[in-house]
């Protein structure tokens, strides 16, 4: 198969005639690379000249630290656009970068694995010169715009049967275990798949954490990866993660904020009115990848005691993917929604079961309907769909897959 079309494509496109650099950031082999070059490809046949380099070329490297002014006349000079991937591994990338944008008429594209190290080592100079994109492994549209076509369209427009549903609900399930990465995806079975997820899993420990952020310890990163696998969707116990890793109560809070800026887990807050009191409760933990979370304890199951947890971080990754920032609700009598996403200064309340049958809701889903008065609110399983109407709020009971296209129609 060719190039995969991906849905941030169209939105860098936008930018492409003005000054601003494109930095394109993302999790290791999610396909950064291959996106650029696409671009740049494209541009090259309307006559664009292109000049690519990469950081993982210690010559090329050493060039752009050592002397940027050969730099500039080998890359830089008689080209209309310059890529340069795995930015990250300069350390001194940031004032370079600003010197050729406010010297040079020439359109820059940079990438890099992680968004922390970009973050220290260049966007502090780059400050009104650079917009950044985030490229995750492939959302669920994406995936299913490489495996199925035909379906594609069906799946976009929500406008589908039950025999679609299942149709499309298979898809799902080798998703949920193997994930989105690019590689993944295209592998030919499933031995393949485990492979090149277990090629990703190491790459990430030696290049990203080893390599990149220099950190020792790595076994300690390892614990709490497989720790917090474990617990998708529970909120985080600081003192029993302390207790299996190793980790002081700091080092433990500095490696989950890593694990966040390198694009394997993130952590989201409670909603409470009060913005001060949502920064002191104990976050909720996802994976951005459910096949990157198997792989770090083995499991590539289809029957399985954890797939209502794996439902729901289903349905944040692809929150994430389609821009969408949930928070949940979490009461100190034990009440409890899932996600909550505030849209167009409305909020939405949001549950994921793994089986419904009826129109069925939680005292939970009154008490936040009761308190909030929210218009809208969700419910999603594997299959069931339905309407319910309470105290003034439509509750829309829809099928995981339809969820994401819900929201996007939301005023």
């Known amino acids: 198969m060719g190039y995969i079309k991906r849905d941030i494509e169209g939105d860098i496109y936008k930018y492409l005639n003005v000054k601003e650099i494109i930095a394109v950031v993302g999790a290791r082999q999610c396909g950064k690379t291959t996106l650029i070059e696409n671009i740049l490809k494209n541009l090259n046949k309307k006559g664009k000249k292109i000049s690519k380099v990469s950081f993982d070329n210690i010559k090329e490297l050493q060039l752009f630290e050592n002397d940027i002014d050969s730099f500039i006349e080998i890359h830089v000079k008689g080209y209309d656009f310059l890529f340069i991937d795995e930015i990250q591994y300069s350390k001194d990338s940031g004032k370079k970068l600003k010197y050729i944008y406010d010297n040079f008429k020439i359109k820059i594209f940079i990438s890099g694995s992680s968004a922390a190290e970009l973050a220290i080592q260049s966007l502090k100079y780059l400050v009104g010169r650079i917009f950044v994109f985030t490229?995750?492994?492939?959302?669920?549209?994406?995936?299913?715009?490489?495996?199925n076509q035909k379906l594609l369209p069906l799946y976009v427009s929500v406008k589908y049967k039950k025999e679609v549903t299942s149709e499309l609900n298979k898809h799902l399930k080798e998703f949920m275990l193997y994930g989105g990465y690019p590689r993944v995806v295209l592998a030919k079975d499933e031995e393949e798949k485990r492979t090149i997820l277990k090629n990703i899993y190491s790459t990430y420990l030696l290049k990203e954490i080893r390599e990149i952020l220099a950190l020792s310890g790595d076994?300690?990163?390892?614990?709490?990866?497989?720790?917090?696998?474990?617990?998708?969707?529970?909120?985080?116990?600081?003192?029993?993660?302390?207790?299996?890793?190793?980790?002081?109560?700091?080092?433990?809070?500095?490696?989950?904020?890593?694990l966040e800026k390198t694009f394997i887990c993130s952590q989201i807050r409670t909603f409470h009115t009060n913005k001060r009191t949502e920064l002191v409760k104990s976050p909720k933990i996802y994976f951005y990848d459910l096949g990157f979370r198997n792989t770090s304890f083995d499991n590539f199951s289809g029957e399985r005691t954890d797939m209502g947890r794996m439902y729901e971080n289903f349905i944040f990754s692809e929150f994430v993917k389609n821009d969408f920032f949930p928070k949940y609700w979490h009461t100190k009598s034990g009440a409890e929604i899932d996600f909550i996403l505030e849209k167009s200064n409305k909020l939405i309340p949001i549950e994921v079961k793994s089986t419904l049958s009826k129109e069925t809701l939680t005292k939970s889903f009154y008490a936040f309907v009761e308190k909030y008065k929210p218009n809208r609110g969700f419910i999603a399983s594997?299959?069931?769909?339905?309407?319910?109407?309470?105290?003034?709020?439509?509750?829309?009971?829809?099928?995981?897959?339809?969820?994401?296209?819900?929201?996007?129609?939301e005023a």
């Open 135 to 147: 490229l995750y492994p492939f959302s669920f549209k994406e995936y299913i715009r490489v495996r």
């Open 219 to 258: 076994y300690k990163l390892i614990n709490l990866i497989k720790s917090l696998s474990l617990q998708i969707g529970g909120i985080i116990n600081y003192n029993e993660l302390s207790t299996i890793t190793g980790y002081s109560y700091k080092e433990l809070k500095n490696s989950l904020n890593i």
């Open 382 to 409: 594997l299959d069931f769909e339905g309407k319910k109407k309470i105290n003034g709020c439509e509750i829309i009971f829809t099928s995981l897959l339809k969820l994401i296209n819900h929201l996007k129609s």
